[in-house]
T-cell receptor, first 112, second 111 residues
């Protein structure tokens, strides 16, 4: 199984809502990543988990809160988002942080 | 920080070889160079990764000069289905530059 799955595919939320994005992989990878991608722009790294520990936080606002419950799962908890946070949120995994990343299809988030 | 730049767009015809160059002047010793392909509304897909010299796999080749300040992705005999955005990714989460995607190159392949 060489697939990274993400749920939901689409999400519309108000600025006062709390929601979560989920990512799962069963490739035995020990590094997992969250990226944000705006239209016609490259993905921007948000967080990196290595061996279930947060190793990189690219100064992302606290309204985004990552969680890695186990080596196969990665969550991104969302609270009090702004309209400018609307984007495609991509999850990726890799064998470790020096290997190529496998990306999921993304969650298209719209904040109203 | 490895600032990574690419041509905005390239056009080609089916059957031709396409070379896309990525400039990364501030590449660090620990940094790897990885190329990805992305179709609209999909996640990027891994193409090839290298550290120095030349790497070849079943779909592409990657050329990296000795100074590693640039890299070139070579796609042999492109087809219509190769129309996509191509990104280089430079960096290392183990202590080098942070992972930075290039600006992306929109490749359009025509008949």
């Amino acid at each position: 199984d060489t697939e990274v799955t993400q749920t939901p595919k689409h999400l519309v939320m108000g600025m006062t809502n709390k929601k979560s994005l989920k990512c799962e992989q069963h490739m035995g990878h020990r590094a997992m990543y969250w990226y944000k991608q705006k239209a016609k722009k490259p993905p921007e790294l948000m967080f990196v988990y290595s061996y279930e520990k947060l190793s990189i936080n690219e100064s992302v606002p606290s309204r985004f809160s990552p969680e890695c419950p186990n080596s196969s799962l990665l969550n991104l908890h969302l609270h009090a988002l702004q309209p400018e946070d609307s984007a495609l949120y991509l999850c990726a995994s890799s064998q470790d942080t020096t290997y190529e990343q496998y990306f999921g299809p993304g969650t298209r988030l719209t904040v109203t | 920080l490895a600032k990574t730049t690419q041509p905005i767009s390239m056009d080609s015809y089916e059957g031709q070889e396409v070379n896309i160059t990525c400039s990364h002047n501030n590449i660090a010793t620990n940094d790897y160079i990885t190329w990805y392909q992305q179709f609209p509304s999909q996640g990027p897909r891994f193409i090839i990764q290298g550290y120095k010299t030349k790497v070849t796999n079943e779909v592409a080749s990657l050329f990296i000069p000795a100074d590693r300040k640039s890299s070139t992705l070579s796609l042999p005999r492109v087809s219509l289905s190769d129309t996509a955005v191509y990104y280089c990714l430079v960096g290392d989460t183990g202590g080098g530059n942070k992972l930075t995607f290039g600006t992306g190159t929109q490749l359009k392949v025509e008949l």
